[in-house]
C-alpha cells in the first residue's frame, strides 16, 4: 500500500504549539520517533523556526490503523538558538495541512543545516562533532571536534 504512495516533496515550517501538538500526538498513538514533551517545553524556541523534512514512510504490520505515517526529519530551533536534528513520526493529515516553506532556497538551507547539525542526543550528552558531506557519493561522514 504505502510503496505506490509517492514521498511528499515538502519541506513544512512548524511553529512550536504545532511542534508541541504533532509531538503529543505522536505520543498518544505510541509512534516510535518522538521526543519527550517535558524536555521540549524546556528546550526549543517558543518563537519556533522548527521544520519537517519527510525520510519515509513508515508502517506497522501490526497496527494498520496508524499505517502508513510519515517519518520526518526534524530540524528544532533551541532557547539559545542552536538548531538540532531528531526524528518525528506524523500522520499524513497532519503533515498536509502544515505550510511549506517558502522557497527552493529556504528548503536547502535546511536540508544543509539537517546535514550539520548535532542531533539531540549529543547535544544532550555533551558531544561536540563535524559532519563532512561528501555530494558525490551522497554519504555523511562523521568526526569528533579537535
Given at each position: 500500500?504505502?510503496?505506490?504512495?509517492?514521498?511528499?516533496?515538502?519541506?513544512?515550517?512548524?511553529d512550536t504549539k504545532t511542534l508541541l501538538a504533532l509531538e503529543a500526538s505522536a505520543?498518544?498513538?505510541?509512534l516510535n520517533?518522538?521526543?519527550m514533551l517535558k524536555w521540549l517545553t524546556e528546550n526549543v524556541n517558543p518563537?519556533?523556526?522548527?521544520?519537517?523534512?519527510?525520510?519515509?514512510?513508515?508502517?506497522?504490520?501490526?497496527r494498520p490503523e496508524v499505517s502508513p505515517h510519515l517519518r520526518?526529519?526534524?530540524?528544532?530551533?533551541?532557547?539559545?538558538?542552536?538548531q538540532v536534528v531528531s526524528l518525528l513520526d506524523v500522520m499524513p493529515d497532519d503533515f498536509e495541512t502544515l505550510?511549506?516553506?517558502?522557497?527552493?532556497s529556504e528548503g536547502m538551507e535546511v536540508r544543509e543545516l539537517l546535514d550539520s547539525a548535532r542531533t539531540v542526543r549529543e547535544r544532550i550528552e555533551g558531544i561536540s562533532i563535524t559532519r563532512r558531506r561528501d555530494s558525490t557519493i551522497g554519504h555523511t561522514f562523521l568526526a569528533p571536534d579537535e
Open positions: 500500500m504505502s510503496e505506490d504512495l509517492p514521498l511528499p516533496r515538502q519541506v513544512k515550517v512548524v505520543g498518544t498513538l505510541e520517533q518522538r521526543l518563537a519556533g523556526g522548527h521544520y519537517l523534512w519527510p525520510a519515509l514512510w513508515h508502517r506497522y504490520s501490526h520526518c526529519e526534524l530540524l528544532l530551533r533551541l532557547l539559545d538558538g542552536e505550510p511549506a516553506v517558502r522557497s527552493r
